[in-house]
């Protein structure tokens, strides 16, 4: 039986020719999106008794940085929607049924930026907002946004927020065409979604806190070191392993471009010490970097698989060392770009376009780089962790 990632790498080709249809229409193509579907890949984090595999994360990184390798957007989904069956395995029975009972391989989107405002009603409550970035929104049955509990006259309560994420069926929530106008990763059409007063019952949200600290984890899927590991792991490797196959597909197209390349001034790339010196380091660095986020997932796996609980510091450093795996990378790609000259800013070659999805992607919240570097260095030197560092 073939892998989720030997199924991706066995339609590289059928992906990369679906990339330019997909970003022209600002969404995945339906033949991408049946590839992925095929794959597997969706279930790699899903329970195994909602019809998932439950396999190590490895695995699903694995996966997603096969397709973004070939397709970057489809790659981008791949990592932001497939990790979401790994949270919905530890929400109530009763979801997990109406989104997986049927179909395995249902899509939720999200985001979980906590934009949208929720009233306390009999039975749950009414959420109200508009969220940017609802990543493969256009295929997906539902939706997981981000959302502060307010007082039931719509007042603020007094003391930290209460942030809970509130899942929504399709029917309920408003997909805002003509809202993803953006420079790169155009194919992933991460529109904006909106409601008002939409009706969400209590046991279709819960608590963000406990999500993070592994409480619901704990409670109902006891002994289970997938889903111990916490959101604060899973997530940022999760854009990890997406920014990481872009960069992959990026270096490949580079080879492709330098073995034709000859300058203005004569200069024949695969010639050429400068240029190859850069894809040397270039190939080395994503090595470094691939082999960095599968070791530090897989440590904490086998940490949690002894039946050890992941640690504030810990997270903390999985987190620098995540965010230095793409930060690594795309600084090592970038004086290639610029190798690469004024031709390589033309469409034709394909070149820019991979090279403005790596800019894109590197600009999600988990990748950026002072948010996590200065905080585990106030740590290491006896500094408590800022809040909001840590989700």
């Known amino acids: 039986m073939k892998t989720p990632t030997q199924h991706i790498l066995e339609a590289a080709h059928t992906l990369r020719e679906d990339a330019i249809p997909g970003d022209r229409q600002g969404n995945l193509t339906q033949r991408t999106v049946d590839i ?15 019809g998932g595999y439950e396999e190590h994360p490895n695995e699903f990184l694995n996966w997603a940085m096969a397709v973004g390798a070939q397709q970057p957007s489809a790659g981008w989904i791949a990592g932001v929607v497939g990790v979401h069956p790994w949270e919905i395995s530890f929400m109530h029975p009763r979801l997990q049924q109406e989104i997986y009972g049927e179909d395995p391989d249902t899509w939720a989107a999200s985001p979980y930026a906590p934009f949208g405002r929720a009233r306390p009603v009999d039975g749950g409550f009414l959420l109200t907002g508009e969220w940017p970035y609802s990543t493969g929104t256009d295929y997906s ?25 509130f899942v929504l069926p399709r029917g309920d929530y408003e997909i805002v065409d003509g809202s993803w106008n953006v420079m790169g990763l155009k194919g992933t059409g991460s ?9 969400v019952p209590d046991y279709r949200v819960v608590e963000s806190s406990k999500v993070n600290e592994g409480v619901y984890a704990e409670e109902r899927r006891p002994g289970s070191p997938l ?19 872009i960069a992959g597909g990026y270096l490949r197209e580079q080879r492709s471009y330098m073995a034709g390349r000859i300058s203005v001034m004569g200069k024949v790339a695969k010639s050429d010490p400068a240029y190859l ?3 040397a380091v270039a190939e080395s660095d994503l090595a470094a970097s691939r082999c960095h986020l599968l070791h530090i997932t897989g440590e904490l796996y086998d940490y949690v698989k002894a039946r050890n609980k992941v640690t504030p510091e810990q997270r903390l450093r999985f987190r620098l060392d995540q965010v230095r795996a793409t930060d690594r990378v795309y ?16 469409e034709a070659n394909g070149l820019e376009r991979w090279w403005r999805d790596l800019h894109t992607a590197i600009t999600h919240v988990c990748n950026v780089r002072n948010d996590i570097y200065f905080p585990w260095g106030l740590h290491s030197f006896g500094g ?4 909001g560092t840590l989700y």
């Open 277 to 279: 010196t850069a894809l």
């Open 331 to 346: 600084e090592t790609l970038a004086p290639l770009a610029r190798l690469a000259g004024s031709a390589g800013i033309q």
């Open 191 to 199: 529109k904006n979604v909106r409601m008002t007063d939409a009706f």
């Open 384 to 387: 408590d962790i800022p809040p």
């Open 141 to 165: 049955q539902w939706v997981i946004l981000g959302g502060v509990v307010i007082n039931a006259d719509g007042s603020t309560p007094e003391g930290p927020p209460d942030v809970r994420h």
């Open 227 to 245: 889903y111990a590991l916490g959101f604060g792991v899973m997530f940022p490797a999760a854009i990890a392993a997406g920014t990481l196959g």
């Open 36 to 50: 992925l579907r095929a794959s597997g890949g969706f279930r790699l984090l899903l329970a195994r008794d909602l």
